[in-house]
């Protein structure tokens, strides 16, 4: 044997294990491997091309002659016969996995033609002559079967009950038949072909109800068919494969009989198509698109009081955070407008509108969920009044916002514990503030413009004047004056830049000019 089919078998190594048993019939040459040896490795000749594996077996080229199955695994043998061209022809034994016979008779091109079959006691349930006429019996002995069998299929003859009394007649591999329970309620009733259910077919749970009337392929169903429930209410219409719902297809709910979804379905899961969905109580949950057997696309979500709660777009089950949607707050009457991720700002906004007015109110997450703001809105954004707060949840500030932007009076907290009290324009402080420590002392009142003090302003300490003068972006430049803490008498009158003395001015102590002249950078040129 050539390297490279050494090397193809050695791949198979020990999960399967090998066995050889080497025949040349009209130049084929056969290989049932069952039990590995080596010295297959000595063969000569074998073309790796006609290797094939087939369900549990492995086989090179088509079996020709005599040969074993046996289990891919455990080695136990399954049958041991005669083969020609790849199929069961002649003499043969089929066994179970116990080790007992459970068949012995002859093949024909893979079907049973004459012999007979035994259970796992081992006795006789199947008697085929040699001219194709047998019986078959249950477990318990009875005879359910009497006739011809054509290609291994029962094809002409007569089932019976667990009575002995005929159920029905097949011909040439079809019949009709009624089939019963053991209380005499109605199982089946179709047709057959081959010895299975094939066609048209009605089927009955065992109290008699009616549970499906469609068609069936071998036994299942396929096709066009009605599934029932207990009480024989549609609880679907529609097509079937292999005895799952596929295909296009309308499904009931089985309590009120409401349509619950019509589209598409694979593999008995819905998958496209549009949903209605109800509660235990028949109350309709949601109704919308269904794609990939998922919520996608538009669609409506209900509370338990059949109030609409979700309006909008759906993505692989969830709601989008894109899109336009309305949502009722379970507090209150507000109804969500619209929700939607803005990249730029980092947040998460939710708009509301109050049920039957024009007002509204806004939402804002940060990308953790956490609340930063909550307040009045118009045209979808912060208009009216509101709350920011911190990524902590701490309130930061309370008052007018306008186009998103703090505008009007506001009462804002910064970072060190201080109150602001002011007005504000396009976001920043603008005009006549208050500033306050976190006892509520005054620090500053005066003017704002773009955030910082520009204009006049006075400072306080322990709720006391200690300087008051003009202000450039949030310095002391221009005139001013200074005060003694304690006394509140005079300390420094004078000019001012970049927050020091600097230019001309006069000291006090007490009372009484200490001195007078020029000042630079916060210090005296003498």
């Known amino acids: ?24 019939l009209r130049k084929i040459q ?24 087939e369900g549990n077996k492995i086989k090179i080229g088509e079996r020709n002659g005599i040969g074993e199955e046996r289990e891919k695994y455990t080695n136990i043998l399954l049958f041991k016969g005669e083969y020609l061209n790849g199929k069961k022809d002649g003499e043969g034994t089929e066994y ?26 081992g006795k006789e349930y199947l008697i085929i002559d040699k001219d194709g006429k047998g019986k078959e019996y249950d477990i318990l002995g009875n005879l359910i079967f009497e006739g011809e069998y054509f290609n291994g299929r029962k094809w002409n003859g007569i089932y019976y009950n667990i009575y002995g ?20 309620n109605s199982n089946f009733e179709g047709e057959y072909i081959n010895g299975k259910r094939n066609g048209k077919v009605v089927e009955y749970d065992y109290e008699g109800n009616m549970r499906f009337d469609g068609e069936l392929l071998y036994g299942e169903r396929n096709g066009k068919g009605k599934e029932y429930d207990a009480d024989v209410n549609l609880i679907y219409t529609g097509e079937f494969l292999r005895g799952k719902r596929n295909g296009k297809g309308k499904e009931y709910n089985s309590h009120y009989c409401d349509l619950v979804f019509e589209g598409e379905y694979l593999n008995g899961q819905r998958w496209n198509g549009y949903l209605y969905e109800y509660d235990n109580d028949g109350i309709l ?17 209900y509370n338990i009081n059949g109030k609409l709660i979700f309006k909008g777009q759906f993505i692989d089950g969830k709601r989008s955070e894109k899109g336009n949607f309305y949502e009722y707050n379970p507090i209150g009457r507000w109804i969500l407008k619209c929700e939607y991720l803005d990249e730029k700002k980092s947040i998460r ?5 109050y049920f039957n007015t024009s007002k509204g109110r806004i ?17 979808g954004k912060r208009n009216g009044l509101g709350k920011e707060y911190d990524s902590n949840g701490k309130l930061i500030y309370e008052g007018e916002f306008f186009n998103d932007q703090r505008h009007g009076k506001g009462k804002e907290n910064d970072t060190h514990g201080n109150i602001i009290i002011g007005e504000y324009k396009n976001g920043k402080r603008y005009g006549k503030a208050k500033l306050y420590d976190s006892e509520g002392n005054l620090k500053f ?5 773009i955030g910082r003090r520009n204009g006049y302003g006075k400072e306080y300490k322990f709720g006391k004047l200690i300087f008051e003068g003009n202000y450039i972006n949030g310095k002391r430049k221009g005139k001013g004056k200074e005060y003694y803490l304690k006394s509140g008498d005079l300390k420094f009158e004078g000019e001012y830049l970049n927050g020091k003395r600097h230019g001309k001015g006069k000291e006090y102590s007490f009372g009484k000019l200490i001195f007078e002249g020029e000042y630079s950078e916060g210090k005296r040129i003498e």
């Open 96 to 121: 179970y996995q116990n080790g007992e016979i459970k068949f012995k008779g002859k093949y024909f091109q893979g079907n049973i033609i004459e012999g007979k079959g035994y259970d796992y006691e």
């Open 30 to 53: 056969y290989i049932d491997i069952i039990k590995y040896n080596k010295k297959l490795q000595n063969i000569i000749g074998i073309n790796i091309l006609d290797y094939q594996k």
């Open 165 to 184: 009394k005929k159920e029905f007649e097949i011909i040439n591999g079809k019949g009709k038949s009624k089939e019963s329970f053991d209380d005499g």
């Open 349 to 353: 906004r939710k708009v509301y509108k």
């Open 445 to 449: 009142e005066g003017e704002y413009k």
């Open 363 to 379: 939402e804002d997450y940060d990308l953790k969920d956490q609340l930063i703001f909550e307040g009045e809105a118009s045209n």
């Open 1 to 24: 044997m050539s390297s490279k089919i050494s090397t193809n078998l050695q791949c198979i190594k020990s999960k399967i294990i090998l066995k050889v048993i080497f025949k040349h």
């Open 285 to 301: 949950i949601f109704q919308g698109y269904y794609l990939n057997g998922k919520r996608n696309g538009y669609g409506k979500e």
